[in-house]
């Protein structure tokens, strides 16, 4: 491989990296964005809470489980969600226009209240 095809090759991997997210609201609620910690629950936490909606992240080969859960969390976050509600783990998806695996996780981002 000469230089060419790495210079070509390298920022596609490099991007296949980043974690981006898609958010699918479920209420018509609107909240300042969380600037606290986000809980992670694996389950529906035994409190009452308000489902805000749901948030996908989309990672590459790169990306393990735990940084894309910091990734829900932050984009939670930003909605106004003080927890999330982990829906899935780190599932295959299919791969880039590279080749590279993507994978995906999926989580209810909500907002609890006392």
Known sequence: MNWRHIAAV?????????????FVPM??????P?????QVFD??????????????????WTDTETEMIEVLK???AKVGANAIVLLSS???EGRNMVGM?????????????R
């Open 10 to 22: 390298a920022p596609a991997l490099f991007l296949a990296g980043c974690a981006d997210t898609d």
């Open 27 to 32: 209420s018509t609620a609107h909240y300042r």
């Open 34 to 38: 969380w600037g606290d910690i986000v």
């Open 43 to 60: 389950r529906p936490p035994p409190v009452n809470y308000i489902r805000l909606g749901m948030v996908t992240a989309h990672g590459g």
């Open 74 to 76: 932050s984009s939670a």
């Open 90 to 92: 780190r599932q295959f």
């Open 101 to 113: 695996p993507q994978y995906d996780m999926t989580a209810m981002a909500i907002r609890t209240v």
